[in-house]
């Protein structure tokens, strides 16, 4: 199985910005969905961005929609999560996925169990 590898978390004031990679060892498809999901202690696991290789279309979570934005890095399997303007709000365990064989599309965002890769995560927390 791929293995995932965050970082890049950490803590901020609110109107911050923090940027996260993740880089998978290898891609065993030609084709991957990519991205991030967040979880918040009481709270379900929601779909933050994501982004396919080897095609670039992306889609992201209305409540992050024009303030993050995720880019990549193709020779490098890396997936970049860049966050301005960052809120209270979203603070949470970021996690990195990866859903082999497959484009992505804007629903998967709603659906976690599509993704078969996860990374351990890595913490975000912003402050007042």
């Known amino acids: 199985q791929v293995q995932l590898q965050e970082s890049g978390g950490g803590s901020v004031q609110a109107g911050g910005s923090l940027r996260l990679s993740c880089t998978a060892a290898k891609f065993t498809a030609p084709k991957n969905c990519m991205g991030w999901f967040r979880q918040t202690p009481g709270k379900e696991r929601e779909g933050v961005a994501i982004?396919?290789?080897?095609?670039?279309?992306?889609y992201y979570a209305e409540s992050v929609e024009g303030r993050f934005t995720i880019s990549k890095d193709d020779a490098n399997n890396t997936v970049y999560l860049q966050m301005n303007n960052l809120k209270v709000e979203d603070t949470s365990v970021y996690y990195c996925v990866l859903r082999p064989y497959s484009w992505c599309l804007n629903s998967m965002l709603r659906n976690r169990a599509l993704f078969a890769v996860w990374g351990e995560g890595t913490q975000v927390t912003v402050s007042k």
């Open positions: 982004i396919e290789f080897p095609n670039s279309d992306d």
